[in-house]
């Protein structure tokens, strides 16, 4: 039983919190602040009821798990990643009549005036229970203030409740009271509950109602939709996935293929005529429609006067929906047609399907059954694959005043049999107003059926009689002969601009257009003719898939070597603007000819021609960044000089290009332009052949061998290369040229290698399956470009100073990801980890050791999968720290799943350290001192210094993260007063015990006595809190130096110039002058222990060790290295003659009594 008070302790607990309860209005909670889960954890302040009921509200997103009832997406966003409040009535516990009691925060009513309550609810399904509001005001409870029960159907509906009888109340909480029904049919969810001042009116907000009011801010239900007579209402109604960006959709009268109305993500109402026949067709610009596991489950409804007429969300690029189509209005409503039958359409424009009975000849004609001017198009495709279009384009067959017989129409093919058509019938500007036609069979097809045979006719079913032609045979054809049509393209040659929508990446990407936006574009007519002997036999995907080509955007298969479009400049140069064309090659006409195929078989026939017209989208060539000049337009087909799938060659190749010269202008506003013209120097291969296909490859030879991106020289584009260019990445040995740089924008990145390994990979896909055609974009390089329309971000998500990593997290919303590239300041590198899960074994990691480059890449394809949040993508481990700053320093490139580079943004790049402090030494060495305020980089210029750290290896104790740096070996190659001497040991020490170490870290002095950290540049970072600290810097074989004081420290870097000589140290002496510059004293060249001092004779002397070291005989000897016996840093270590390094020691320990030594100043 529900309590309808509360106890004293209760009482108290509410007095408590008054004071906590929300005051400021309109109060607002839309749950996007909670996170999913069962229960998931509740916004702030809201709770479910722990006694008193039976069930839990829950935090919810993506829909519900039982069909039929609950939301799909939240209210407040209509989205499936979207929040709401749900009540889950599956489950033998949950039901019949359970209850569920969801308590708000508390609000302070004392001042709100005209207080209402509204909130949106969801209430689907045909066991559906009750949703009641409960008011408790201190803990005293009001019950049923408001209540609903049963189903409420598929949308979300408003609730409303007047607040005004608890006004002056401190202490108000809203308490949804859910009660399951008599089965799981009965989830109960609630979203964007407001608290405000309100003088409610309601009616109906939609301003598509006829009803519509704008005064209106409660909608109670009442919109009403009626059209006009004569009219219908047809509503979209559109719940997103996680993605709405990718979504768009067309309403089209079917009648007409003109646009009723267009949208992205979100739906209308509208009226339409009663008796339109309409096309909904929604896109996902991904390909994985609108309800996907990963994604979210979105969905779709369409309406027609109210009535459901469809439900989807489930589908790859799109789908399409008929609505209110009668018979034969479009092509899902298409009406049966037999053989042999004459058919007159009620309408100038009408559907069929017709399937052969037997495979054959067939004629579809209109002549002799009309005096109008007629048309005829076949469709072998599904409907939604249909490009309907006033022309011949896009159709199987078809025929518009070509078929022999004056204004009307016929088609003539060779027809497999149990294949669907769509037939189309129409007439020229509605010149009837109905269109009669006939299908005749013709007879079966005769030919030879011999595959051995030189005239093997693939089409044939029935054999002919003593026809077949031996191969050899004096009698045999010689061939199939394709031309592009001169006067077709020229004939047809037109400027216009068309816009690319960023949804539209295929287009893109396949080198349709160069880029997004508006687009200039010189579009014509493909027509290729077959002059030849025999046909030009291409087939289907199925019957002969070494013709096609599915490696392209769209998944489609394409036959791979339909046409080519480019553009030379003057040099025979191409313009980086050609696009291959892959259509279905059938017969569109004949000029003497039969026509045999279409999309499902594939060919032209002997003297027929396929067409595509200059309205076919990616009929162009794109000129929007071309300069002005004057160029060569040139179509050419089957320019790889490829046999058909029986194996015939074409009789002559020369003749398979037409061309024309066009001179492009652009005016002030830089908008181009283009006329015909001449004086166009002939186009040449570089073997100097017209229009031949020779080229001369990334090095320079004509038809040479050198592959682009072969760093492994192993004459194959492969893996090694892809890893190549990552390690190349990493030293700074891959410079940009023709040979290297695969997009060809001058730089050298992960891009180049994530589109080495987009080529090989899908080069193993294609070499899989049997091909003629040996059509691989893929590899052709320089290619690819800057997907604009994709964002992803970085960040640093996690930072662990005691197991030294950094986590970095990514969001990337609108694209799969293939590979990374980015650099990490204040810190080194160690090495690199996958966090991402799906990640796992198929990402390579590879770092700089001791630098801030990452490079993250999948040899084989494996792509991060979208998403609409920040995930972990990767784990940086370091070796120390360098600054009190870790930042994502900037990102060089990140890639897509086409090996495209991406917009690429760091957000939330940097952390501060705490608990650290940053020093900038200044020191001299004596040895390398040249007396004037400089020191030698002799150790440098011989390339003797180590990338690591010498002092862990030397016997000096590191402590709290000093030890194991590592320098990037470009540092080293630093010239100037800037460039590194050798490494230094930095120490803090205590200020009360100067003796006691309490961090320490390497790094390199400069010739100017600058002591930097390993990157070169930052100050020295110490593991230390800010305070008070002695600091000190040591050297392998030169005494070291500390402050006689401590200083105060902290994360802004303090400058401790110990070549000063107002620089008080720590001791006596501690420095040697040299010409007014103090520097450190020479000749520690014996490591001696905890106390160090110089000493030329004697137990533990530093001259003897520069003896042994070159031999320990003969004294002239010289020996080279990174030594410590190397006195003077030259290199070098000579125990006589000049710039020798045992006189040093001698000169600083006295120069008179050998057995005096000279005591380094540290406690």
């Known amino acids: 039983m529900l309590r309808s008070s ?21 109060a607002t909670e839309n749950f996007t602040s909670g996170t999913v889960g069962t229960p998931g954890t509740l916004t702030t302040g809201w709770s479910n009821l722990t006694t008193g009921d039976d069930l839990d509200w829950f935090v919810d997103n993506n829909g519900t798990p039982t069909d039929l009832t609950g939301p799909i997406g939240d209210h407040t966003s209509n989205n499936t990643s979207g929040n709401y409040m749900y009540v889950e009535a599956s489950g033998g516990t949950a039901t019949p009549g359970k209850v569920a009691i969801l308590q708000s925060n508390c609000f302070d009513l004392t001042t709100l005036t005209n207080s209402y309550l509204t909130f949106w609810y969801h209430m689907q399904g045909s066991q559906m229970g009750a949703l009641y509001v409960d008011i408790s005001v201190g803990g005293v409870i009001t019950s049923n203030a408001w209540s609903i029960s049963g189903d409420q159907g598929l949308k979300w509906k408003q609730g409303w409740l007047n607040l005004q009888p608890f006004a002056g109340q401190n202490n108000v909480r809203i308490r949804f009271r859910a009660v399951t029904g008599a089965g799981e049919l009965s989830d109960i969810a609630i979203d964007d509950v407001v608290v405000r001042s309100l003088v409610p009116v309601l009616g109906c907000p939609d301003v598509n109602a006829s009803n519509y009011n704008s005064a209106v801010n409660i909608n109670n239900g009442s919109c009403q939709y009626a059209c006009p007579v004569g009219f219908k209402r047809v509503t979209i109604e559109i719940i997103n996935d996680n993605y709405p960006q990718e979504t ?4 089209k009268d079917a009648s007409t293929n003109t646009n009723v109305a267009t949208g992205t993500s979100t739906g209308v109402t509208l009226c339409v005529p009663a008796n339109a026949c309409l096309v909904f067709r929604i896109n996902d610009s991904a390909g994985d429609g609108i309800y996907h596991p990963s994604y979210g489950y979105g969905a779709y409804f369409l309406y027609v006067d109210g009535v459901l007429i469809f439900q989807g969300g489930q589908f790859g690029a799109y789908q399409e929906t008929t609505l209110n189509c009668g018979p034969g209005q479009s092509c899902t409503t298409a009406v049966a047609a037999q053989t042999g039958v004459v058919y007159t359409s009620p309408a100038v424009e009408y559907w069929y399907t017709w399937t052969p009975a037997q495979t054959g000849s067939y004629t579809i004609t209109t002549c002799g059954l009309n005096t109008c001017d007629t048309k005829l198009w076949m469709y072998d495709m599904v409907c939604g694959s249909i490009t309907v279009s006033s022309g011949l384009e896009g159709s199987t067959f078809a025929d518009d005043d070509l078929g022999g017989c004056g204004q009307q129409a016929r088609i003539t093919a060779n027809m497999p049999a149990n294949q669907l058509y769509r037939i189309r019938v129409g007439t020229n500007n509605g010149s009837c107003t109905n269109v009669s036609f006939r299908i005749d069979y013709n007879g079966p097809a005769v030919g030879c059926m011999n595959t051995s045979s030189c005239n093997y006719d693939p089409l044939a079913t029935v054999a002919c009689t003593n026809c077949c032609l031996a191969l050899g045979d004096p009698a045999c054809p010689f061939g199939p ?19 690319i929508a960023t949804t539209d990446v295929c287009a893109v990407q396949e080198g349709c257009v160069k880029g997004f936006g508006q687009r200039y574009v010189i579009r014509f007519n493909t027509r290729i003719n077959n002059i030849g002997e025999t046909d030009y036999y291409i087939g289907s995907p199925s019957s002969q898939p070494q013709m096609f080509s599915t490696n392209n955007c769209h998944g489609h298969a394409h036959y791979s070597g339909y046409a080519d479009y480019l553009l030379f400049d003057q040099n025979s140069n191409p313009i980086p603007v050609g696009f291959k064309n892959g259509y279905c090659v059938i017969d569109v006409g004949c000029f003497g000819g039969t026509s045999h195929y279409g999309c499902s078989n594939m060919g032209i026939s002997k003297d027929c021609y396929d067409l595509y017209g200059s309205g076919t989208t990616c009929n162009w060539i794109d000129i929007t960044d071309v300069p002005a000049g004057l160029y060569t337009l040139v179509l050419r087909t089957n320019w790889e000089r490829r046999p058909d799938a029986l194996g015939r060659h074409e009789m002559d190749y020369t003749n398979n290009y037409a061309s024309v010269c066009v001179s492009i202008t652009r005016n002030a506003q830089n908008v181009p332009s283009f006329t015909v013209a001449t004086g166009c120097t002939p186009v040449v291969d570089c073997m100097g052949q017209s229009y031949g296909s020779a080229k001369a490859d990334c090095a320079g030879a004509c038809n040479g061998t050198t592959k682009t991106g072969d760093l492994s020289l192993n004459n194959a584009q492969d893996q090694p290369d892809a890893v190549a260019y990552v390690q190349g990445i990493l030293g700074n040995d891959v410079t940009p040229a ?22 090989y990979n899908q080069q193993s896909q294609h070499d899989q399956t049997s091909h003629v055609l040996h059509y691989h974009p893929w590899c052709d390089f320089p290619r690819g470009y800057r997907s604009t329309v994709d964002t992803v971000q970085l960040m640093i998500g996690a930072f662990n100073p005691t197991d030294h990593y950094v986590d970095i997290h990514i969001r990337n919303t609108t694209c799969r990801v293939l590979g990374v590239e980015f650099e990490i300041s204040g810190m080194q590198v160690q090495s690199v980890e996958t966090l991402a899960g799906q990640l796992v074994g198929d990402w390579a990691w590879n770092s700089s050791l001791g630098g801030g480059k990452v490079i993250g890449l999948s040899y084989i394809d494996t792509s991060l999968a979208k998403g609409t949040g920040y995930v972990p993508l990767c784990r940086v481990h370091y070796l120390s720290l360098t600054n009190n700053q870790v930042c994502i320093a900037s990102i060089t490139d990140i890639v897509n799943k086409d090996a495209n580079n991406v917009v690429a943004q760091v957000a939330n790049g940097c952390i501060t350290v705490s608990n650290v402090v940053t020093v900038r030494p200044q020191v001299f060495l004596e040895g390398p001192f040249n007396g004037a305020g400089s020191m030698a980089d002799l150790l440098r210029a011989q390339d003797v210094i ?19 740096e590592i320098v990037p070996a470009s540092i080293l190659d630093i010239t100037g007063n800037d460039a590194m001497v050798d490494w230094v040991l930095v120490e803090v020490r205590s200020a009360t015990t ?11 002095v400069q010739r100017d006595g600058d002591v930097v950290g390993i990157d070169g540049v930052s100050p020295v970072l110490l593991n230390v809190p800010p305070g008070n600290y002695h600091v000190a810097v040591r050297h392998r074989n030169h ?3 500390m402050s006689s004081m401590p200083l105060a420290l902290s994360g802004n870097a303090v400058t401790v110039d110990f070549r000063a000589s107002a620089t008080a140290t720590y001791g006596t002496g501690a420095r040697k002058n040299v010409n007014g510059y103090m520097v450190l004293w020479a000749g520690n060249v014996f490591r001696d222990g ?4 110089i000493r030329y004779t004697g137990q533990n002397n530093d001259r003897d060790p520069i003896l042994s070291v070159i031999g320990g005989i003969t004294p002239t000897a010289v020996v080279s290295g990174y030594l410590r016996e190397d006195v003077d840093l030259s290199g070098f270590v000579k125990y006589t003659g000049a710039g020798n390094d045992r006189d040093p020691i001698l000169v600083n320990i006295g120069g008179l009594v050998p057995t005096n030594t000279r005591a380094e100043q540290l406690p």
Do not use: K
């Open 6 to 26: 509360v106890s004293l302790v209760a009482m108290i607990a509410y007095a408590a919190v008054r004071s906590q309860c929300i005051t400021t209005f309109p």
């Open 248 to 251: 768009s959709w067309t309403l």
């Open 481 to 499: 002969d394709l031309t592009i049509d001169q006067a077709s393209m020229q004939g047809s040659l037109s400027l216009s601009t068309v816009t």
């Open 738 to 759: 023709p040979c290297t740089d695969l997009n060809g924008d001058a730089a050298i990145t992960v891009t180049d290698a994530a589109l080495m390994t987009y080529c």
């Open 946 to 964: 180590p990338l690591s750290e010498p002092y862990t290896g030397l016997g000096f104790v590191h402590v709290n993260g000093g030890g194991g």
């Open 994 to 1004: 100067p003796s006691l170490v309490l961090a320490t870290r390497s790094a390199l």
């Open 1039 to 1041: 005494l070291g130096v």
């Open 1090 to 1093: 905890a106390v160090s001092s």
